[in-house]
């Protein structure tokens, strides 16, 4: 029996998307604060050259003596041409082919100083709507944060597109293709496409297809590459223990340098979203999987409005409702099994979805419990005993800094708790995880967790994974 997967949109939740104005901005050259009630913290130092090239940098001594550096391309896999799908991406993986000014051997020497891998994979990632590469400096003294300059400045304008090294790196790419062309991948593209039908993004996923990646051309490289790695569309990004003054004076000496373009900047096409206002359902099927996802979803096209207090209260109380209704469906009720609830949002555009993974031959009853329960959260709301537990875990988490790593063993998932002060500093180290209440023999997993520089309290995030 072939699997089938349904989806259905239902339009009667109202979701903005806040962030949509800043990104719309970011484009023509303002800075989203601009236009905001908001005041950005006072310790950022923001600057525009005289061809466009901007920079946003922090001083900030969470880690002693580190920093990361990134250079933000604000152009991604939305603003490629139907034949040109995945070259975004393919970009990013010719940048790290090195080039006259910083040949390959010599970003890898540096990479090895630097204490981190060498790869587009690692140091580089390619969105929608834009393009970054980035640095993590254990030595954040100004020569080596000059060669990262350097190594920017190289991506920015020198990138060597010769053919055999396109068809090295195509072959790369097309493996990378193959690796990720999951159920789950398809399954998940499939059900976007129909969330954001209309929308000119979702048809353009990072990466592109293994037909579009094995058919661009070296012309399609250069064209692409001299439309958007401009100036006026690239931002550095540092923070980090150095010296604001020295750093702002060397980026402007090193990108001040860069030609802006006459021609003025390329039109991006969003597109617009269909059937906002009406209920739309798809189906579509993926042989040999034996079992259905039912999924429910709204959608909300980007706002222009910008950034505010109300709109993030709103956001976070938008994520903290999504939160409960995930909680409620995790539990599963009579006969329907466990389901799970999200906020996506996209390139400014925002759902909420909601699902339930059931057998092909029940998948008509388990829409109808996913529904029922979906109006019955919307009509009723949540009770105080689901409410308090969240907000408590909700404010720890704001005031302290914590991070709740889970690990599923089984049916079964066992979480700890991570909590740190905004003092906190943390480089690197390992966690074995063990004594879980109510573990199985072999259920110990090791954590391995890296601290990286963020703007705002508490200062780091944690990059973590379970093996």
Known sequence: MRPLTLFLAACSMVLPGPFAAGQNLARDGRW???????????EVQWGKLDNGFRYVLMPHNGVPGAA????????????????????????????????????????VRFFQELGIEFGSDVNAVTAF??????????????????RGLHLFRSFADQVNFDPALI?????????????????????????MQTVFDGLTFIQRSPGG??????????????????????????VLVGVGDFDLSALEAKSAEVFGSLARPADPLPVRELGALRGADRLRADTFRISNVGSAQVLMGSVREASVEPDSRSRRLEDYLERFALGLLNERLGRGRGNTPAGAARLEELVGNRTALASVISQPSRWENHLRALNEMVRATHIYGFSPSEIEPARDDAWVIQR??????????GIRTRSLNFCFSPS????????????????????????????????????????????
């Open 32 to 42: 989203a604060h601009e236009t905001s009630p908001l005041t950005p913290h006072p």
């Open 68 to 107: 990361t550096l990134q250079l933000v391309v604000l152009a991604g896999a939305m603003d490629e041409e139907e034949d040109e799908r995945g070259l975004a991406h393919f970009m990013e993986h010719m940048a790290f082919r090195g080039n006259q000014a910083f040949p390959e051997s010599e970003m």
């Open 129 to 146: 709507d834009y393009t970054a590469y980035a640095l993590d400096f254990r030595d954040a003294s100004l020569p080596m944060l000059e």
């Open 167 to 191: 068809e090295q790196e195509r072959r790369v790419i097309l493996s990378e293709l193959r690796s990720r062309d999951s159920v789950g991948a398809k399954g998940e593209l499939d059900a």
């Open 209 to 234: 297809s293994y037909d579009s990646v094995a058919a661009l051309t070296q012309q399609q490289f250069e064209s692409f590459y001299r439309r958007y790695y401009r100036p006026d569309l690239m």
């Open 400 to 409: 302290s800094g914590c991070w709740r790593i889970s690990c599923r063993s």
């Open 424 to 467: 906190s500093i943390i480089a690197s180290m390992w966690v074995k995880l063990r004594s879980w209440p109510g573990r199985r023999s072999g259920c110990s997993r090791w954590m391995r967790t890296r601290s990286k520089l963020r703007i705002g309290e508490p200062g780091i995030w944690i990059r973590w994974c379970c093996t």
